[in-house]
């Protein structure tokens, strides 16, 4: 899954795609270099972010989403919390639905139903504005993430959002410490007691900067490694910003599970 943000201010691309043609080229690029998805976002959801209207989102989304879907036939999730946008982005040809607070906003999950579309539901804690001021937890956080998202499934298929449109998301980075988010991947293979596809966003994210002291434009090789090891405990979908050599990077953690190439 490529990112798109079509936001001035997400952490590590903010400003480079508003322009619908930055926005049409690059999302070109990543689908040349093997993304199978385009994720366009157009509210920045980074620790600190401040929210934004649900016009404003849409008047960055649904362009990009429109001109995707028609020049470039691309398969396109939207990352978005807002109803409005889900609407009007399903009736534009988008494919997705991938919302970071879970469908806990005000009328999504009757907009989510409405769609038809399948919805990734991620786990998180707090609102981006807040959420990285001293995250703490009463149980191991792998607990804490299943217990979640099995809650929100639960609350999805009571609404009559069918379990076979849902996937999950552990939500790396948002409200979590450092070693949260380490300990989390290294039990990640938990989640599949969730019996869902797994997505898993880390690409650039500051758990590597944290990690291993490199600023946001260096932190290609050790998204690389955390890329591998989510395929290996049980990633489906990798949400990332660096599409060709995530994509090999997969490829060969996924040639060694199989014990072959094809």
């Known amino acids: ?38 994720d366009v976002g157009g509210e920045s959801t980074r620790p600190g972010a401040a929210p934004v209207s649900a016009q404003q989102e849409l008047d960055r989304v649904a362009p990009v989403v429109e001109a995707l879907v028609r020049e470039l036939d691309a398969l396109v999730s939207v990352d978005t919390s ?16 991938n919302d970071v607070r879970a469908l806990e906003r005000e009328g999504a999950l009757a907009a989510a139903i409405g769609t ?23 149980v191991p956080i792998e607990e804490a993430v299943v217990d979640y998202l099995d809650g929100r499934v639960e609350a999805c298929e009571a609404a009559g959002l069918r379990r076979e449109r849902l996937l999950v998301d552990p939500g790396f980075g948002f409200g979590k410490t450092v070693e949260h988010n380490l ?36 932190r290609l090789p050790g998204g690389l490694a955390l890329t591998a090891l989510a395929v290996e405990r049980g990633a489906r979908i990798l949400r990332v910003h660096d599409v060709a050599p995530s994509v090999d990077a997969v490829n060969m953690t996924w040639a060694v599970l199989k014990e072959g190439c094809k």
Do not use: W
């Not at 480079?16 to 690059?26: F, G, Q, W």
């Not at 807002?82 to 639905?97: D, F, K, N, Q």
């Open 82 to 97: 807002c109803p409005e946008v889900m609407r009007e982005s399903a009736a534009l040809g988008a494919g997705m639905i």
């Open 183 to 218: 300990r989390l991947l290294n039990r990640m293979d938990r989640l599949a007691a969730l019996e869902l596809p797994l997505l898993v966003g880390m690409s650039r994210k500051s758990m590597i900067g944290k990690v291993l002291a490199r600023p946001v434009e260096e």
């Open 116 to 138: 038809g579309l399948p919805v990734c539901l991620m786990h998180r804690q707090g609102e981006p504005r807040d959420m990285q001021q001293a995250p703490r937890y009463d």
């Open 1 to 38: 899954m490529g990112i798109l943000n079509v936001t001035p201010d997400s952490f590590s691309d903010g400003g480079r795609h508003v322009a619908l043609e930055d926005a049409l080229r690059h999302a070109e690029r990543m689908l040349a270099e093997g993304a199978a998805l385009i």
